[in-house]
Nanobody, 121 residues
Framework: VQLQASGGGLVEAGGSLRLSCAAS????????MGWYRQAPGKQRELVAA???????NYADSVKGRFTISRDNAKNTVYLQMNSLKSEDTTVYYC????????????????WGQGTLVTVSS
């Protein structure tokens, strides 16, 4: 599975961005997909995840501001980020084919290359 992430950039606080992640390769194995982020010196943390059936979960810090969605026909997952804050600044990574169980997402070894989101205050 190959993942191509895009959509990062520079935005002012309060603004919006939409990240995209397109999957290719052995995509028949993909059920759940997720977005993570990792700040320098910190562990990678789950931002949001979604199953092929549309079940979702979110980190508390982004609930009400971010929305994850997917287009199964295009094998693409999106992360709509609204009301961005300076603390959202970091690199975002997509993951595909992980385990979604009991409302939690456990990542697979398939990662996108990362896309940088910078929120200016």
């Amino acid at each position: 599975v190959q993942l191509q992430a895009s959509g990062g950039g520079l935005v002012e606080a309060g603004g919006s961005l939409r990240l995209s992640c397109a999957a290719s390769g052995s995509i028949f194995s993909i059920n759940a997909m997720g977005w993570y982020r990792q700040a320098p010196g910190k562990q990678r943390e789950l931002v949001a995840a979604i199953t092929s059936g549309g079940s979702t979960n979110y980190a508390d810090s982004v609930k009400g501001r971010f929305t994850i969605s997917r287009d199964n026909a295009k094998n693409t997952v999106y992360l709509q980020m609204n009301s961005l804050k300076s603390e959202d600044t970091t690199v975002y990574y997509c993951n595909a084919g992980g385990l979604y169980y009991s409302g939690s997402y456990y990542p697979s070894g398939y990662w996108g290359q990362g896309t940088l989101v910078t929120v200016s205050s």
